[in-house]
């Protein structure tokens, strides 16, 4: 019965530190979509276009935070970026789209059953295709923390049969994902 009771403070401790992780990154994404209202907000009190860069002063008068600027709870940074783009966290999995594809050809035309697969090293470690609307979500959040992807070796790649790879190094902050793959040509002499 004693082994019984260490299992179960074990199994316990791991679920509190999933949670605990969880907590961080939904904590974060709420920051960061905090932010981008603010940014919205900022835009159209002042007439700017989506190139336009707010700076922290310029949000703070539309943001409700005690002590200054939203932190992110885990450590990360963030960045506010231009009008026309979400703001970022440098903990990759706290992005707000994290995960999200959306995939184009040439028309802009979205693309059915693009493979999307997540590597590490030369090991999938997930893999989707995207949907009629050529979107695809890889839930990325549990198998991904900030120690496995920072040293480089990971990164996803786009393919689909009569159309070019397309391979995006780990981390990146640019979420939501949106490519254009390019059909290709058969140059037969």
């Not at 905090?34 to 707010?54: L, V």
């Not at 693009?114 to 590490?120: E, G, P, Q, S, Y």
């Not at 549990?142 to 070796?153: K, V």
């Not at 981390?171 to 949106?178: Q, V, Y």
């Amino acid at each position: 019965m004693r082994y019984a009771n260490w299992i179960s403070i074990f199994v316990f401790g791991i679920f509190l530190f999933g949670c605990k992780r969880q907590f961080k990154n939904g904590a974060c994404v709420n920051n960061l979509r905090q932010i981008e209202s603010a940014k919205a907000e900022w835009a159209y009190a002042h007439g700017k276009d989506s190139n336009s860069i707010p700076e922290w002063n310029d949000l703070t008068a539309y943001m409700y935070v005690k002590d200054g600027f939203p932190k992110c709870p885990a450590g990360g940074t963030y960045t506010i970026g231009p009008i026309g783009e979400l703001p970022h966290c440098s903990m990759m999995p706290h992005n707000i789209c994290f995960g999200m594809f959306s995939i184009y050809n040439e028309s802009n035309d979205p693309m059915v059953g693009v493979r999307i697969a997540v590597m590490i090293n030369v090991k999938e470690l997930c893999s989707c295709e995207t949907d009629a609307k050529g979107e695809a979500n890889i839930s990325l959040k549990q198998q991904l923390t900030p120690d496995l992807w920072s040293h480089g070796t990971e990164f996803v790649d786009v393919e689909k049969a009569g159309y070019g790879t397309v391979r995006i190094p780990l981390p990146t902050l640019n979420w939501p994902i949106k490519l254009q793959l390019h059909q290709l040509t058969n140059n037969i002499n």
